[in-house]
């Protein structure tokens, strides 16, 4: 073998090292770009999984939100409105005659307002035997509108009366109040007044 095939040998192993230094100086940062990409994209993966199931969280909500309205609508049907409350009294006796027990006396008493009804209460006050009360509190759990009754006293009746039982109970109905409509988009609520030197106490 000759000094120049020698030399060609050489010159051809440094230029092939050479060039595997330089692949692997620029291929070792294309390395770290790929492994940066591959790490965004495991991250984007993990944002797109979570909206996904948020997603998916939302129809599920969407549809027990449906469910919740129709049934809130369903008892609102129950609930009598402001204008035929003031016929509970004539509803009440209506189903006592039915259940054959004599109606003495009603009171109204005060409304108790709530967040989203009013409760309209009255004070009946009965004379019945005990199978009659029991038909009528079977007549007034089927009533078409809601009507409570609650805070039941009996009290034996003495002498040869018709009926063996003075009853004195509370009865009530409850009117829906729809909550108020939300403000138009832009409004603002009022501001309160500046307070005065006066009102500030100077």
Not at 26 to 54: A, F, H, P, T
Not at 67 to 89: A, F, H
Request: charged letters at 25%; glycine letters at 8%; proline letters at 6%.
């Amino acid at each position: 073998m000759n000094s120049q095939l020698q030399q060609q040998i050489l010159i051809g192993g440094l230029v092939g090292i050479l060039i595997s230094v330089l692949t692997f100086v620029l291929m070792s940062g294309k390395r770290e770009e790929r492994s940066g990409l591959q790490s965004n994209i495991q991250s984007l993966q993990k944002e797109v999984d979570k909206g996904y199931q948020l997603k998916a969280n939302y129809e599920k909500l969407k549809v027990e939100v449906a469910q919740q309205e129709k049934e809130i609508e369903e008892l609102v049907k129950l609930m009598p409105t402001e204008s035929d409350r003031g016929e509970v009294p004539y509803r009440v006796k209506k189903l006592a005659d039915l259940a054959g027990i004599e109606q003495v006396s009603f009171q109204v008493e005060s409304p108790n307002k709530r967040d989203y009804y009013t409760e309209y209460p009255f004070t009946f006050t009965f004379k019945a035997g005990y199978h009659s009360l029991g038909q009528f509190a079977s007549q007034m759990s089927g009533s078409d509108k809601i009507l409570n009754m609650n805070d039941l006293v009996l009290k034996r009746e003495t002498g040869k009366g018709l009926w063996s039982t003075g009853v004195t109970c509370r009865i009530s109905t409850f009117v829906y109040n729809p909550a108020p409509p939300p403000p138009p988009p832009g409004s603002k609520a009022p501001a309160a007044p500046a307070a005065t030197k006066k009102d500030s106490g100077e």
